[in-house]
């Protein structure tokens, strides 16, 4: 009975509690140590959830989208986490959070769990956490997991690739496909979904996309049409139709064996990091090495050695030591 | 007389060959190989420049900003080179370059050099090509480098690591002092600028803003009092003034020691990417580490083992082999 315990959390996750897997995202999030044994614990359980990614510009009208999705992947027998990551705007402070107000009804709904991340500056560590946050989510038994990002920064493109299906959101003031093309928005698409698609130019920009595309068929290597499907999410419009393109999103990958690969390399991508963390800590926590970093950064100001040639006596020194 | 060799774009940069410039600048942005031995060979003649960042919100008239204060600069007696990061939204295209036109008569001066580079996507590496384009203009033997970007993001968190004065640009309309509080914009603003400010609200948004400020005395530990200044950029106005106010900080880093301290560990964090770096070079490149990470992913989609057993037989492979 103890929520503060990483073994009790685990069986109380695998046995659906929802607090345990509120504790835990939290533990998650906080990079508490618990959550690395709660991950292991629960890894052999994740890989069932379908994982699909959200992204698009500040109001194309994501969170109406992904409430609406959620509601419609509900209705075909799933059990749905959303995992939303809220961009305080540097300059405003988090006034984007509100939006999550208007999603009410879905939120209250037993199988939709939703958690908001905040991604206030750095996104270094954001889309590793995000990724153990979903695994922890599957793990719990999700069929569908929703990542609702905004943009196409370096953490859209990384949640991109830990996803199996990624869904650009548009609205029909967007500019077209050119810009698409420029903005490197067809590379992270799987789905293009113009949102908001009552008002003028919905399908002008729906027919300059696949304009685009058809000057770049080759794309990902692919076999995969990357469809343009127009949404009112406000209404409910086009909201079964994008859903039946993510199944067959799925279907595809599964037939062509690509969901296996894109599973292995996100498993890739995963270790990796773990690596990378590792590494840092016994590279950057070790007190000798650090001694000699403070050398050699003094002996960099004072123009008598250059960064590469301190970088290798440092990593001369790291191997001498066995780091 | 080859604008392709290395030695001779080194000999030739030191020589005042803006030419020369150009092309070690664009090998830095393409990291050719020729750049990392032209960044060692200058590296004596570095640490000259003093480094200011210009950061703020789309709109606030940073780019008009930056060509005023590179002129007062110059009418200081100082050569100035301008680093632009020019976001591409990821959304609209390119448009956002369209600001520099008007950048013309600056331009046009052969004391100020000018330079773009465009944030397309991704921002992992582009502070440390910042930096080291900044390093190669410094070399040079300019007095004053001007790092422009946009936003509070990870790229701007890294720039104002890497730079000695942070002007942060803020325009009337901007929210309050609480909103930059939670925004980050206090940590890493050195000096607080209001552009527009013959727009409504400046005076409102000077006085909220130092009341924050009143409220965290203790920021950064330090002893300088955050100065807010009000400019109208397009008029020339109070450009004077917040030159002066570059010099005091500069003059505040210089007494206290600040200054040493962090060009220490400025060095510090461009020793610690070429570590990361060869150390990346050295886990991923290798074949037959790759081929464990091929067999490592693989048994994690089939749910054998967990992504940190995984990471840990890696390293252990990895330190048998030595790498």
């Given at each position: 009975m103890d929520y503060n315990n990483a073994d009790f959390l685990t069986e109380k996750i695998l046995s659906g509690d929802k607090r345990a897997l509120s504790r835990a995202i939290t533990l998650v999030e906080n990079e508490d140590p618990r959550a690395v044994k709660i991950e292991r614990d629960l890894y052999g359980n994740t890989g069932k959830a379908y994982r699909v990614g959200i992204t698009g510009p500040p109001g194309a009208g994501k969170s109406t989208l992904v409430n609406v999705l959620?509601?419609?992947?509900?209705s075909r027998g799933n059990r749905i986490g959303i995992i939303a990551i809220d961009p305080t705007s540097p300059f405003t402070g988090g006034?984007?959070?509100g939006d999550r107000i208007r999603m009410g009804a879905a939120l209250a709904d037993p199988d939709i769990f939703m958690r908001s991340m905040a991604s206030r500056g750095g996104t270094g560590g954001l889309a590793?956490?995000?990724?153990?946050?979903a695994d922890v989510m599957d793990a719990f038994g999700f069929d569908v997991?929703?990542?609702?990002?905004?943009?196409?920064?370096?953490?859209?493109?990384?949640?991109a690739g830990s996803v199996d299906t990624t869904v650009v959101v548009l609205v029909p003031e967007a500019g077209g496909g050119i810009q698409a093309m420029k903005a490197g928005l067809?590379?992270?698409a799987d789905i293009f979904a113009i949102n908001k698609a009552d008002r003028d130019g919905a399908e002008i920009l729906k027919s300059e996309l696949q304009d685009a595309l058809s000057l770049m068929p080759a794309i990902k290597n692919s076999s995969w049409d990357l469809p343009v499907k127009l949404t009112v999410a406000l209404e409910g419009k086009g909201v079964k139709e994008l859903v039946d393109t993510v199944y067959a999103h799925k279907d595809h990958l599964e037939q062509t064996g690509k969901f296996h690969i894109?599973?292995?390399?996100?498993?890739?991508?995963k270790i990796k990091d773990i690596v990378r963390a590792e590494v840092a800590k016994r590279l950057w926590m070790n007190p000798e090495l650090s001694t000699m970093m403070d050398s050699l950064s003094?002996?960099?100001?004072?123009?008598?050695?250059?960064?590469?040639?301190?970088?290798?006596?440092?990593?001369?020194?790291?191997?001498?030591?066995?780091?």
């Open positions: 959620a509601r419609e992947f509900k006034a984007l959070l590793r956490t995000t990724t153990q946050v997991l929703i990542i609702e990002t905004v943009g196409v920064g370096q953490l859209e493109l990384d949640i067809i590379e992270i894109n599973r292995q390399s996100q498993a890739e991508i003094r002996f960099c100001v004072e123009g008598k050695i250059d960064p590469y040639t301190a970088a290798r006596s440092f990593l001369r020194s790291a191997e001498v030591q066995k780091v």
